[in-house]
């Protein structure tokens, strides 16, 4: 299928420094080393070409959400490591290969502030977004240096494009889709979008207990984002009319601790004072494994449990096969349920699993001059300048929405509730 968007054939890439926009947005454990790094080798494809093509490659990226400031476990140093020796090439400062430091040390990169944009912008002479899995994000280094830059897909970008066309694009039915995750706000606006394409939508995962909640159910001390019970409602009702079932669980694997040395205790739907679920259970990963397989297009993003933890993974596993033994044509995405199905070992049989003058006024607040992006544009200004380029810078119940009586019951209570605040539990 073609891709309406420049591409990186589109772009004379000889001499140019090329800021490219990666997710290594990576998993890591509680040492700060990488657990999978789908994303980075993902990203090879278009680093080598463009160093292939005489282009320098700058690179950007975040990881973790630091809020604005400098937290030393969220620097891309790891990754920078991992980039180097999958690319057999240094990365760093000089050198053929440049990252810049976790770009969301600045609350600039997320506010797309228009002055850090054009500072990024300003240490290369192209752009290209190959961070598939962060370009929802009206974030500067996505959409703000996009604008100010002759720009074009990289390589993963166009792929992840082709994958997820197939699927929205008259998928093969029925088409399910499996959603997890920790926090509902996150997917509420992917399920709107789901309803008008999927035939049923499984939900798993943190985000699962903000479902139940909305249909009052115990969730004991479970995850739930209050603030978004209406919208979950709203959700749940509009599949309720469109006639597409949302499937929640309908028994979880529970502790009376967020720990990984919790206990893990079984649970029915409805969830004990003194418990957190953690995982869904073995009633809800069979249901789930007996809708996937009878798919023919299946769409999975998120995770059903604490999969980081052996004992709350078995919901994970359990899907990550189901989603593998699948006959149809089956997308993996996002670095959590890429990571879940690398572990399982099952990516081999997923159809397709992807995995998104400096201002120094902008930059002046950077609470570490020694991570100051402007820092990093100089020395990338200094290292990247090219000679040729004079303008070198820089649910027992299996819950089913529809007919979901206690929801329609709940609407009416939502409606005379005035609205709801407080802060969202992460
Ligand atoms: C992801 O892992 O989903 C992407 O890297 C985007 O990260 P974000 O949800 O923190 O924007
Ligand atoms: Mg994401």
């Known amino acids: 299928m073609e891709l309406d968007v420049p591409r990186l054939d589109d772009l004379q890439l000889r001499g140019k420094r090329v800021l490219v ?30 160093i292939a093509k005489g282009g320098k490659p700058v690179l950007l990226s975040h990881f973790g959400r630091p809020k604005g400031k400098v937290v030393e476990s969220m620097r891309l140093t790891a990754a920078g490591k991992r980039l180097a020796e999958l690319l057999k090439t240094p990365v760093q400062k000089a050198g053929e290969c440049l990252l810049l430091e976790n770009l969301r040390f600045h609350p600039e990169e997320e506010a797309n502030d228009p002055v850090f944009a054009k500072a990024l912008a300003l240490s290369g002479d192209l752009f290209v977004n190959d961070a598939f899995g962060s370009s929802h994000r009206d974030h500067a280094s996505v959409c703000g240096i996009a604008r100010l830059l002759p720009s074009a897909a990289g390589r993963l970008m166009e792929k992840e494009i082709a994958a997820f066309r197939r699927v929205l694009v008259e998928p093969a039915q029925p088409f399910l889709a499996i959603l997890g995750g920790a926090k509902v706000s996150d997917k509420l606006k992917v399920v709107d979008h789901l309803l008008e394409k999927v035939n049923a939508i499984l939900v798993g995962g943190g985000m699962a207990y903000t479902f139940l909640k909305a249909q ?25 009319r469109m006639g597409i079932p949302i499937l929640l669980p309908e028994d979880h694997v529970c502790a009376t601790a967020f720990a990984e040395n919790s206990k893990p205790i079984p649970s029915g739907v409805d969830i004990d004072d003194a418990l957190l679920g953690l995982d869904i259970g073995p009633k809800t990963a069979a249901t789930y494994r007996r809708k996937i397989l009878e798919a023919k297009t299946v769409v999975w993003n998120g995770p059903m449990g604490v999969f980081e933890w052996p004992s709350f993974r078995a919901g ?12 149809g044509y089956t997308v993996v995405g996002g670095g959590d349920s890429v990571a879940a199905v690398e572990r399982a070992q099952l990516t081999s049989r ?18 570490d001059p020694a991570n100051s992006l402007v820092s990093q544009l100089q020395s990338a200004t200094a290292d990247t300048a090219c000679p040729s380029c004079k303008n070198a810078r820089s649910s027992s119940r299996l819950r089913s929405s529809p007919a979901t009586s206690r929801a329609s019951a709940r609407r009416s209570r939502a409606r005379k509730r005035p609205a709801r605040t407080g802060s969202t539990s992460t």
């Open 21 to 50: 926009r990666v997710d290594f947005n990576v998993p890591v454990d509680e040492k700060g080393a990488i657990t999978d790094d789908t994303r980075i080798r993902a990203s090879l494809p278009t680093i080598a070409e463009i």
């Open 350 to 367: 997923i159809k397709r699993a992807p995995c998104s003058p400096a201002s120094r006024s902008s930059c002046a607040s950077a609470p």
């Open 316 to 327: 994970t596993d359990a899907v990550a096969h189901a989603v593998a033994d699948c006959p």
């Open 216 to 240: 009052d159910h115990r969730v004991g001390k479970s995850l739930v984002q209050e603030d978004q019970i209406d919208l979950v409602l709203k959700s749940l009702m509009k599949a309720e």
